[in-house]
């Protein structure tokens, strides 16, 4: 329903979806593919439990849980609906822009990839 509200007001279709709190399962695969979705998650998290904006900042440069440096091609999850991620992006993007980091949309990442976006498929990040 959601899908169909943000195409009817503005005629852009959705097509990736984020499952909440990361959580899979073979019915969030299949409904996905049913909407024409992917699923994408995320590899780096401000972590939506922290108050302080530098300490989020600093999280997702190293992750605090299991000391996980940012690299090329993670994808952050940061909540805009949270004023202290929001002030966290201040920081973060001018640092990442100063590191040499080019920063895009999930949708850019994914078509720059060499096998673009498929309906229906699992995105996240490859373990080398």
């Given at each position: 329903?959601?899908?169909?509200?943000?195409?009817?007001?503005?005629?852009?279709?959705?097509?990736?979806?984020?499952?909440?709190?990361?959580?899979?399962?073979?019915?969030?695969?299949?409904?996905a593919k049913e909407q024409g979705m992917a699923?994408?998650?995320?590899?780096?998290?401000?972590?939506?439990?922290?108050?302080?904006?530098?300490?989020?900042?600093?999280?997702?440069?190293?992750?605090?849980?299991?000391?996980?440096?940012l690299e090329d091609g993670d994808i952050i999850?940061?909540?805009?609906?949270k004023e202290r991620m929001v002030s966290a992006?201040?920081?973060?993007?001018?640092?990442?822009?100063?590191?040499?980091?080019?920063?895009?949309?999930?949708?850019?990442?994914?078509?720059?990839?060499?096998?673009?976006?498929?309906?229906?498929?699992?995105?996240?990040?490859?373990?080398?």
């Amino acid at each position: 329903k959601t899908n169909d509200i943000v195409f009817d007001n503005t005629g852009f279709a959705i097509c990736l979806l984020r499952p909440p709190g990361g959580s899979m399962g073979w019915e969030v695969t299949r409904i996905a593919k049913e909407q024409g979705m992917a699923v994408v998650k995320w590899s780096q998290s401000g972590n939506v439990h922290e108050q302080d904006p530098e300490k989020i900042a600093q999280n997702v440069q190293k992750q605090i849980v299991n000391g996980k440096e940012l690299e090329d091609g993670d994808i952050i999850l940061l909540h805009d609906t949270k004023e202290r991620m929001v002030s966290a992006v201040e920081l973060i993007i001018p640092q990442l822009l100063k590191e040499g980091y080019q920063l895009v949309t999930v949708s850019e990442l994914l078509n720059l990839s060499e096998e673009g976006l498929e309906i229906g498929k699992t995105y996240h990040k490859q373990e080398n």
